[in-house]
């Protein structure tokens, strides 16, 4: 073999040079998996490397480019929201674990009394009682926005002035706006189910877009609104959870077409004095309830019927006590729903003290902690690359 073929070998096997384009560089950096350890690994290279990956506007082209996708990953969940303090807990194993002090909202130094309301688009709805306004905070991007609430809302004077609970969209998650460009909150608050005769939830919209809140609408109601269920998206509608006096219902508001309806859950259902329910939002995109009893979790799934109407479907039964492989038995008061990620379709359970994350589909669970104290946890997804535990 003459010497110049292999020399010209020799450079056909090479590397290729790293690209010296700034732009090109970006261009690349942009396509990263949108997991929480892409970026920093990348800005680890070099320095070059590190001041391009850390650009605010890269960062913002970088959260919107994967808004596009489904979904962004799950990466934890806040829990707590009571007098300005939600902790936040990691789900994601390591080298994607993100640190939970660099998402947890601490009390402001003013003291201001907040009540964590939920999460949804990378946003987390906080109701300041203190300013009588709505806060929706973006952990990730040291980023808010507030928006002041009717005053008529806070009259104690009248018992319905109550905010009983609230949701958020963000109109532009699917076309990879930023989820504070456009959004939408709607609040909730309703008569006393117990003492009035024909007792109503009442909603009050607000759309960035617009900056106004909208006339309030009305439905009658069944069942008092829970306070510690947050919302479930399912299609175009947001569902939240009714229950006590006896009976139990699902409030459904159209974001269409504005109003404010009360469907029933599965009346064929087993249900023990001891449930735990959960509305989900199932694989088909339709409305979902789940029914935790003991070990034994029905997920239930309302479909068409050939008649014209709908009706629910009984789609799988869960023995948590198999599932979970525990040697010892499961006593009913002690599982509970914490939980539900609408996106992932997880639900957080805990059994006995001990807390699960159960993917509905795969039901590869995890076991994430032992617990003592029973909450409300607030699933949280994003596209994490800094963050900022703190609203000024």
Known sequence: MSEGLMRRR???????????????????????????SSLPRASLVCKRWGRLVSDPQFLRRFRAFHGLRPHPPLLGFFSGGLEGVADFTPTLDPPDRVDPSRLS??????????????????????????????ILWDPVARDHRRVAVPPSWFNNEDPRSTIRNAALVCDGHHTGRLPLEAFKVILLRSDDVPRDADPKVFGSLYESSTGVWNDLISTSISAPLSMLSPSVLVGNSLCWFLNGCGKRGILVFDLAKRNLAQIDTPVDAHIATDSRFQILRMESGELGF????????????????????????????????????????????????????????????????????????????????????????HPYTGFYTTGNNSIV
């Open 105 to 134: 909202l601490q009390a402001p130094r003013r003291g201001e009394l907040y009540n964590f309301l939920g999460c949804r688009h990378g946003l987390a709805l906080i109701l300041n009682l203190t300013r009588l306004e709505i």
């Open 290 to 377: 789940a029914i935790l009893s003991g070990a034994s979790m029905q997920l239930w799934e309302r479909n068409a019927s050939s008649n014209g109407g709908v009706r629910w479907m009984l789609q799988k039964t869960i023995e948590l006590d198999k599932l979970l492989s525990l040697r010892s038995p499961i006593h009913g008061p002690w599982t509970v729903i914490h939980g539900y990620d609408e996106d992932s379709h997880v639900i957080f359970v805990s059994v006995d003290l001990e807390v699960f994350m159960i993917p509905l589909k795969s039901l590869q669970f995890k076991h994430l902690f032992r617990t003592d104290f029973m909450t409300t946890y």
């Open 10 to 36: 020799r450079r056909l096997s090479s590397p290729a040079p790293l690209p010296d384009d700034d732009d090109l560089l970006r261009e690349i950096f942009l396509r990263l998996p949108p997991r929480p």
